[in-house]
């Protein structure tokens, strides 16, 4: 399996323009997790799925965020518009029931967003 | 809220030294604790996950402890090699009563430099 994918690995946008995060799971992960790493912050959960469902989006920071699962296969997180300070690491992660007890993740290689 | 705490930020030592790595959390309560290492540019892979019935893990020249109770937990590398420069996060699963409760709460890592 090529692990999750995630597009594009570097972003540089100005602020106030729209940003389009994608990520492909590992195929037949029903878990789907998206991060971000900052210097000041560490590495923070923002939301999760199961079954293209999701969860838990209490780490949104705010509305100009937002995140689509429209199939098992491919997850979208949105900013609009986008500020210096979204600037950071984005990582997806998926994972599988099957898995639950031992709570492997498996981390994308990251997208990292600079907005000037 | 769970507050992961890493100890310390960074650390330098020279190749064939033992170390230890320091994590603790605020809650107890906790599903279980897990060791990432993450190299530059690269997202997070596991190493060792520990269960919270469980006091240690081991793989190879790593060993896990948990002590649940004091919120505390040490990675211990055996005779470092350079190979094994990275950033090291923890990470804690809280419980949740439905029991789906995903969510991991990271640590901001040690950054570990073996020197050849």
């Known amino acids: 399996d090529a692990g999750v994918i995630q597009s594009p690995r570097h972003e540089v946008t100005e602020m106030g323009q729209e940003v389009t995060l994608r990520c492909k799971p590992i195929?037949?992960?029903?878990?789907l997790f998206w991060y971000r790493q900052t210097m000041m912050r560490g590495l923070e959960l923002l939301i999760y799925f199961n079954n293209n469902v999701p969860i838990d989006d209490s780490g949104m920071p705010e509305d100009r965020f937002s995140a689509k699962m429209p199939n098992a296969s491919f997850s979208t997180l949105k900013i609009q518009p986008s500020e210096p300070r979204d600037s950071a690491v984005y990582f997806c992660?998926?994972?599988?029931?099957?898995?639950?007890?031992?709570?492997?993740?498996?981390f994308g290689p990251g997208t990292r967003l600079t907005v000037l | 809220k769970q507050e992961v705490t890493q100890i310390p930020a960074a650390l330098s030592v020279p190749e064939g030294e033992n170390l230890v790595l320091n994590c603790s959390f605020t809650?107890?309560?906790?599903?279980?604790l897990q060791w990432f290492r993450q190299d530059p540019g690269k997202g997070l892979t596991s190493l060792l996950l520990i269960q919270s019935s469980q006091r240690e893990q081991t793989s190879g020249r790593l060993n896990a402890s948990l002590d649940k109770s004091s919120g505390r937990s040490t990675l211990y590398i055996a005779a470092s090699q350079p190979g094994d420069s990275a950033t090291y996060l923890c990470?804690?699963?809280?419980?949740?009563?439905?029991?789906?409760?995903?969510?991991?709460?990271f640590g901001k890592g040690t950054l570990l430099t073996v020197n050849p």
């Open positions: 195929s037949g992960h029903d878990y």
């Open positions: 809650d107890s309560a906790i599903y279980n």
């Open positions: 992660a998926s994972t599988r029931l099957a898995e639950k007890l031992t709570d492997t993740q498996y």
């Open positions: 990470a804690v699963r809280v419980v949740n009563s439905g029991g789906s409760n995903y969510k991991l709460t």
